[in-house]
Nanobody, 118 residues
Framework: QVQLVESGGGLVQAGGSLRLSCAASGSIFSPNVMGWYRQAPGKERELVATISSGGSTNYAYSVKGRFTISRDNTKNTVYMQMNSLKPEDTAVYYC????????????WGQGTQVTVSS
């Protein structure tokens, strides 16, 4: 059983920066994909960024050029550096891991709040 714990959220002004971290307990099956999702009040949860165990990345159009996802496999941790934050980035951010077995096994973190004021 894998557990994910997010940290690094908070309140910042528009144009500011935050760095989110997600630490996974135990070992994660490889290959796998780690990613960040977010959900604003009254809206559907949406994908923000992903990074595979091989290092390939994918970003939502709205954050490309501002956010950078990375991972440290020795620490079982995925990060997301968020720069030039906008009020529309305000949401609860969730970490997710997909283990790419024959049948995909997914794990979710509890979420961390990011609030960007104007």
């Amino acid at each position: 059983q894998v557990q994910l714990v997010e940290s690094g959220g908070g309140l910042v002004q528009a144009g500011g920066s935050l760095r989110l971290s997600c630490a996974a307990s135990g070992s994660i099956f490889s290959p796998n994909v780690m990613g960040w999702y977010r959900q604003a009040p009254g809206k559907e949860r949406e994908l923000v960024a992903t990074i595979s165990s091989g290092g390939s990345t994918n970003y939502a159009y709205s954050v490309k050029g501002r956010f950078t996802i990375s991972r440290d496999n020795t620490k079982n941790t995925v990060y997301m550096q968020m720069n030039s934050l906008k009020p529309e980035d305000t949401a609860v951010y969730y970490c997710k891991v997909d283990e790419l077995r024959g049948l995909v096994r997914s794990y979710w973190g509890q979420g961390t709040q990011v609030t960007v004021s104007s």
